[in-house]
């Protein structure tokens, strides 16, 4: 089990993490609830009628990791860019952006903080390491943290397409990279193993 997630009885996923893989996928869902930021009513008082109808934001980010979280729900890459379809296009998912970002973001947070409530509670336990049981619902929360904190070290890394992510492997030790890159295709390995369990 250790470095993997196996299948539970009902649905599970269980792993074994030490103390330092805790810490580490603590970190990083903690620094990608930074990145994602706080939700559109956070300032707000409390007012759900509001926050349901809160409009978001209808250009698209600036930051790469949060367009390659967030992208434009409607692109041609290979078209050209000035042309008349890539105006509408850009239209489009401009108008998309505005009525569905919010709640994307909201999705995002939820299962970053999911992952950090499962950690804290492993923390809890005892020192050194644990085994992290998850229901079948918490295994999805997972899975698409994970998901999300490889989109987001990969583009940090300029990760594209698979051919990539194979010059990751050949990187000297002395790299600067290289920490964010064993962490990338660590999280890569827990991902694979964790979809092997839901598919069961």
């Not at 559109?40 to 209808?58: C, N, R, T, V």
């Not at 434009?72 to 105006?87: C, H, L």
């Not at 999300?148 to 990751?168: C, N, P, Q, Y």
Request: net charge negative; glycine share 8%; charged share 30%.
């Amino acid at each position: 089990m250790p470095g993997q997630f196996e299948s539970l009885p009902g649905g599970g996923a269980a792993v074994a993490l030490d103390e330092v893989e805790i810490s580490i996928i603590r970190s990083l869902a903690v620094q990608l609830l930074e990145l994602i930021g706080p939700g559109p009513a956070e300032d707000a008082p409390d007012d759900p009628l509001a926050e349901l109808f809160a409009e978001g934001p209808s250009e698209p980010p600036k930051d790469p990791v949060l367009l390659r979280l967030f992208p434009d729900a409607y692109s041609d890459p290979e078209g050209p860019p000035s042309s008349k379809a890539a105006e509408e296009q850009r239209a489009h998912s401009s108008e998309f952006r505005r009525f569905t970002e919010n709640d994307l973001r909201a999705g995002k947070r939820d299962t970053a903080l999911a992952v950090i409530h499962s950690l804290d509670g492993l923390a809890a336990a005892g020192e050194g390491g644990a085994v992290l049981k998850l229901s079948a619902d918490d295994s999805r929360r997972w899975l698409g943290c994970l998901n999300d904190l490889r989109l987001a070290i990969g583009s940090r890394l300029d990760v594209i397409d698979e051919e990539d992510t194979d010059l990751l492997y050949r990187l000297p030790d002395e790299d600067p990279r290289k920490p964010m890159v064993m962490a990338y295709l660590w999280l890569g390995g827990l991902q694979e193993s964790l979809v092997a369990t839901l598919m069961v």
